[in-house]
């Protein structure tokens, strides 16, 4: 099983700041499949990036990612007032399929 | 437009079993499978496994071998997911998610269903 890490566990920063996300795996992942989650309160969670790079329908393009082998990164390019919530890495290249524990992204 | 909409909640006391349904709109049910994926109280996500509504195929997480069972119903759209023998740490919001293959993302998720075990 692929276990993702991710770092930091929790991020604080000011709206207009950029915010970077690592997800780092315990193996290597296939560069398609590999997936960024937003969660918002209450909520369930919402695909913003596919493929590692690729961003889902209807995702702002401050939101961009990469990566390969066993590192990847989501980067918020300036933080919007809804951008405050948690992000959960997404591995779907071999079974079992695994999450990572999740970044939150807070307000300073 | 596609939707998934998922049974409310449920209590269930330690050892019984709770059936989770997940009814979809918008799509062609059969094209794709429906995955389940699972968070306890303010906790991460945990892939429980997948099911291809097209055949009937399944792949289930290690962990719930033996006590999870995922299955369809073409005629009603709707896919379920039954676990058995709940303990407390089975508390948790389930969510159905939709992904054409059990090695792709779920772009389209249920609302979730929270299912307490509680004695």
């Known amino acids: 099983e692929i276990v993702l890490t991710q770092s930091p566990g929790t991020l604080s920063l000011s709206p207009g700041e950029r915010a970077t996300l690592s997800c780092r795996a315990s193996?290597?992942?296939?560069?398609?499949?590999l997936a960024w989650y937003q969660q918002k309160p209450g909520q369930a969670p919402k695909l913003l990036i596919y493929?590692?790079?690729s961003r889902a329908t209807g995702v702002p393009d401050r939101f961009s990612a990469g990566g390969s082998g066993t590192d990847f990164t989501l980067t918020i390019s300036r933080l919007e007032p809804e951008d405050f919530v948690v992000y959960y890495c997404?591995?779907?290249?071999?079974?079992?399929?695994?999450f990572g524990p999740g970044t939150k992204v807070d307000i300073k | 437009q596609i939707q998934l909409v998922q049974s409310g909640a449920e209590v269930k006391k330690p050892g019984a079993s709770v059936k989770v349904s997940c009814k979809a709109s918008?799509?062609?049910?059969?094209?794709?499978?429906i995955g389940w994926i699972r968070q306890a109280p303010g906790q991460g996500l945990e892939w429980m496994g997948w099911?291809?509504?097209?055949?009937?195929?399944?792949n289930y997480a290690q962990t719930l071998q033996g006590r999870v069972t995922m299955t369809t119903d073409t005629s009603t759209r709707t896919a379920y997911m039954e676990l058995r023998s709940l303990r407390s740490d089975d508390t948790a919001i389930y969510f159905c998610?939709?992904?054409?293959?059990?090695?792709?993302?779920?772009?389209?998720w249920g609302q979730g269903t929270l299912v307490t075990v509680s004695s």
């Open positions: 193996q290597t992942v296939g560069s398609t499949h």
């Open positions: 493929g590692t790079s």
């Open positions: 918008g799509y062609t049910f059969t094209s794709y499978g």
């Open positions: 998610a939709r992904a054409y293959s059990a090695l792709l993302s779920f772009q389209y």
């Open positions: 997404h591995h779907y290249g071999s079974l079992p399929s695994t």
């Open positions: 099911i291809s509504a097209h055949n009937g195929n399944t």
